[in-house]
């Protein structure tokens, strides 16, 4: 058993004798004694009257047996009261189980902060490369695998052969939620942490990354017992099968775990057949095109046929009401875009495409499938498609808040993104790009981001919409490309908008845009001469120069913003526009460089001038006798490092 961490956020303390003090006693006592539970989790909650109720729960490694799960949290609960004493939030880590506890409700809810990255010391030799090249693709399975279990543990291990320097050995992964997670949080949690791995551990042969609700592992050696972990059976529709709640959990009456899933897979699968062929048979439907369905049927496996993705017309006009003008809610480059609901009440966007695709129906479909399986918190998901006769059309989840720059551009409604809204905006964007840049298995790149396809959920989580639409439209990948079917002036990077080249980085450009209009509430293409200069990448750069960025910032925000998260965003943005390409940075640096705890933040230089002269034209501008040099001293000491 390795003790890893403890982490007291030092917010609360409660006084020696109170009654938080005992609550917390018999809640540590409770877990203690639940400590074999055979499904390695249990939470529980002592007292009814805040400020003095207290949550807490366990968390066992989804491999380990219940002898060794109680060694370990009996540990913890013995242990946690010394590394924090008095506080009324601890939680601490091992490498068997980890323990939690905090004043403040925490089930069900995702948390990543404070996520910490522990490495093995050894350097990974040789071709790193080729051991990166298997390491993302192996953890995202992991990972996907960890977060669509409806049942039992949100954990799951894979392994994988390596080779480096002519030898070839194994690489083992594992991830794992805490099980009160929905499947969607904790993919996010997961892909998160993942997420960080770049930037905490290159290199490193081995990585533990650990955060409240979930944590990764891979190593190149065997660090978990394959013999215990559960076999990857088919999971089990959730209405079929749903969580067992783990308070009510029976004991096993010493049946082993493999005896249970010997017995309960089979039934559930032969269950699961009997309920499909029934549903076949008593509704008369084929099973070719789908009627309807919810996102929660469509978990990973049942998203990677094009049948399960395949809409009728007569659905969609259902759902649409023949895409009446009352459904209409918007239109964009490829169409217009109407709200719609399935007869289970499930609302979907439907976009109808008025261009045509340059390939043929199956290629088309084809695309489809592999976008469809691109599931981020930050990516608006493609629920699936509709092709008949004339029409083309692709099905979206709906997302409630309407796009970025409703808000950000008009000068009421930007009152309600306060600097911690925004902030959280930037950030989910920038994990949505880093998902479609470098985690996902397609590797993406958008080529049309702008405020106006940042839509906002209900909790104004923004999601990035319309990517994929290059590989759904054929368009040439390469990024020597020339013909521009995305790309809106005032976002494009030079190198695309002249010649035609998109990369990841030419993303990363407009992403900067993105940032700078998210802090001054001004549209980079509709920037006035007001300012002193002409566009707002030049304003934001004349600011920076002169030591006054804050100077950008919408006059709404004085209120709520924190100057060295502003300055630091500014710092960002700026780097991205950067006019050399290879030195923008890229997603995966510019997360920690966000999220504070990357402490060399590199200093931007001149960036690219763009003027944006009538409506679709742009000319490139270039101060040559602008000094190259600029007073780095004054900018680094206003920036927090
Ligand atoms: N999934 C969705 N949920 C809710 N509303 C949506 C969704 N997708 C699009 N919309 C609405 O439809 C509008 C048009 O969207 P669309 O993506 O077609 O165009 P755009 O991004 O504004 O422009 P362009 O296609 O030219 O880039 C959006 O601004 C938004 O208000």
């Given amino acids: 058993l390795n003790f890893l961490r403890h982490f007291c956020p030092n917010t609360t303390t409660y006084s020696p004798n109170s009654i938080y003090q005992s609550n917390l006693n018999q809640l540590l006592l409770t877990l203690s004694s639940n400590a074999t539970r055979e499904n390695g989790y249990y939470n529980y909650t002592v007292g009814h009257s805040p400020p003095d109720t207290i949550y807490g729960f366990f968390l066992c490694r989804g491999d380990v047996n219940t002898d060794v799960c109680e060694i370990c949290v009996k540990n913890a609960t013995t242990i946690i009261s010394q590394r924090c004493p008095n506080q009324k939030e601890a939680t ?31 350097n990974f030799n040789g071709n790193s490369y080729n051991f990166i090249a298997v390491l993302v693709p192996t953890m995202n399975e992991t990972v996907h695998q960890a977060a669509h279990k409806f049942s039992g543990k949100k954990f799951a291990t894979k ?13 083992f992964t594992l991830a794992q939620c805490t099980p009160d997670l929905s499947s969607e949080d904790c993919l996010f949690c997961l892909q998160d942490s993942t997420s960080r791995l770049p930037a905490c551990c290159e290199n490193k042969k081995g990585v533990t990354f650990i955060s409240l609700s979930c944590n990764i592992r891979y190593e190149t050696y065997p660090f978990y017992n394959a013999t215990t972990v559960p076999a990857a059976a088919p ?7 749903p969580a067992p709640n783990p308070k009510n959990k029976q004991g ?47 978990n990973e496996d049942d998203i990677s046929t094009v049948e399960s993705l395949q809409y009728e017309l007569n659905t969609i006009e259902i759902a649409t009401t023949s895409f009446s003008a009352d459904n209409k809610i918007g239109e964009g480059g490829f169409g217009d875009v109407y709200k719609g609901t399935f007869p289970d009440g499930q ?190 990448i030049s304003y934001a750069w004349k600011l ?83 000094p190259q040099s600029i007073n780095e001293a004054s900018i680094s000491e206003l920036c927090p490092r």
């Fill in 252 to 298: 096993n009456g010493g049946i082993s775990r493999q005896v249970i899933i010997a017995i309960v897979v089979p039934i559930a699968v032969v269950s699961l057949v009997v309920l499909l062929v029934g549903l076949r048979f008593l509704t008369g439907r084929t099973m070719k095109q789908k009627q309807y369905g919810t996102t929660k049927e469509r």
């Fill in 159 to 171: 392994d994988a052969n390596v080779t480096a320097s002519g030898k070839t050995g194994k690489l």
């Fill in 544 to 626: 920076w120069r002169n030591g006054a960025p804050l100077e950008l910032m919408d006059p709404t925000l004085q209120e709520s913003f924190v100057s060295d998260e502003v300055i630091r965003c500014i710092r960002i943005g700026l780097l991205c526009v950067e006019e050399d390409v290879n030195k923008r940075p890229t997603m995966s640096s510019i997360l920690p460089m966000l999220e504070s705890y990357s402490d060399t933040l590199p200093i931007p230089r001149r960036p690219a001038f763009f003027i944006p002269s009538g409506s679709d034209s742009m000319t490139k501008e270039r101060n040559p006798n602008q």
């Fill in 235 to 241: 999971a089990p529709a959730p209405e079929l099968a």
């Fill in 347 to 536: 609302e979907i966007a439907v976009k109808r495409l008025s261009k045509s695709s340059a390939q043929g129906a199956k290629e088309f479909k084809n695309e489809i499938v592999l976008v469809a399986k691109l599931q981020h918190r930050n990516l608006v998901r493609l629920l699936g498609f509709c092709l008949e006769g004339e029409e083309k059309i692709l099905i979206y989840e709906f997302v409630p808040n309407k796009s970025l720059d409703y808000f950000l551009f008009d000068p009421e409604k930007q009152r309600l993104l306060d600097w911690s809204r925004r902030h959280k905006i930037i950030r989910g964007i920038t994990r949505g790009l880093l998902y479609l840049h470098e985690e996902s298995r397609l590797k993406i790149v958008h080529r049309d981001l702008k405020a106006s396809n940042k839509l906002l959920d209900k909790d104004m989580n923004p999601k990035i919409s319309d990517f994929g639409m290059a590989r759904i439209f054929d368009v040439d990948q390469s990024v020597e490309n020339t013909i521009k079917i995305a790309g809106t002036y005032g976002y494009m990077a030079p190198e695309y908008a002249i010649h035609g080249q998109f990369s990841v980085k030419s993303d990363v450009f407009s992403f900067g845009v993105l940032i700078l209009e998210i802090i001054s509430g001004k549209k980079s293409n509709g920037f006035y001469k007001s300012h002193g200069t002409r566009d707002l």
């Fill in 92 to 122: 601490i880590w091992y490498d068997k189980c980890m323990l939690r506890y905090s004043n403040r409700s925490i089930f069900s809810r995702v948390n990543f902060s404070p996520g910490r990255s522990m490495f093995n010391t050894q």
